[in-house]
């Protein structure tokens, strides 16, 4: 969390309002999963596995630019399935997701 953080606070406003704008649409994504792991993930969000990195995923917010993309992983609150988010920021950082 303590990556995802710091690479929060290097982002710029265009980037944060793109964020902002995509989030909703991760979410419902998230929650459909959670509730059925058959369900797809919206195209335009481009969500798929990071390679070589077992049980992270991908997540592009921007493909026209800026690069906006974030790692995160599913865990278990309470029981719950969850998201918890990793690195956030452009393409570099899928090299340490």
Known sequence: MASFLADRR????????IIR???PDFVAAADRYAADP??????????KDVENAPGILEVTFSFAGPDIRATSEWIR??????IRWRRIGGHR????P
């Open 21 to 23: 704008a995509r989030l």
């Open 77 to 82: 609150i309470d029981g719950q399935l969850a």
């Open 10 to 17: 290097r982002l710029g406003r265009e980037e944060l309002e």
């Open 38 to 47: 058959s369900s797809k993930w919206p195209e335009s969000l481009r969500v």
């Open 93 to 96: 950082i899928v090299r340490n």
